[in-house]
């Protein structure tokens, strides 16, 4: 994997800094109070999910527990009251179990992004992630409206409108030609 960071600059003209290295996917939460982001694990390419400070300091790991903890982790959104994370993430299945050859030999299960993937959450301090959606859809971003009752989300199978919970997802636009890409709601 190329080396990502999280940076900010002041506006206008500031210079560069870096906050965070093996980051990606920032997001503040609505108030500006935490940062939430997913960092890579260069040892083994699995994503992790973090919230810090703003300004990226104080960083702590999201624990995701239970039996359905996926390794690819994308598009992390706090919900508006600051409590839950979505995230967007394949459902967690191993198409190739290794034996024990491979495992004395150091192969491992690898996975690959821009594969069908679904809306989770997660309480914000961590805890068993819960599926939301049965979509398959690759490419997934979001971004909640105004009032926080629905999340849009764009995927590269097209445009849909959903409750937080993942009930009532309701399609927009049907076909954006696989095109990964964002959506935001206008005030």
Do not use: C
């Amino acid at each position: 994997y190329p080396p990502y960071e999280i940076e900010r600059v002041a506006y206008p003209g500031g210079t560069p800094q870096k906050l965070l290295a093996n980051a990606l996917w920032p997001r503040l939460s609505l108030d500006g109070s935490r940062l939430v982001y997913v960092a890579q694990d260069l040892n083994n390419g699995t994503n992790r999910l973090f919230t810090a400070d703003p300004d990226g300091s104080g960083p702590q790991q999201v624990k995701l527990e239970g039996p359905s903890v996926p390794t690819i982790i994308d598009a992390p959104i706090f919900t508006p009251d600051g409590k839950t994370i979505l995230f967007s993430a394949p459902s967690p299945t191993q198409s190739y179990l290794p034996n024990w050859l491979d495992w004395l030999m150091g192969v491992q299960v690898v996975s690959a992004h821009n594969i069908p993937s679904e809306w989770w959450s997660v309480p914000a301090s961590g805890g068993v992630p819960v599926q939301l959606t049965h979509i398959l859809s690759p490419s997934l971003y979001a971004s909640f409206s105004p009032d926080g009752q629905q999340l849009a989300s764009y995927s590269g199978d097209g445009i849909f409108v959903m409750q937080p919970d993942g009930t009532g997802l309701t399609t927009i636009v049907n076909d954006v030609g696989g095109i990964a890409g964002t959506v935001n709601w206008i005030r």
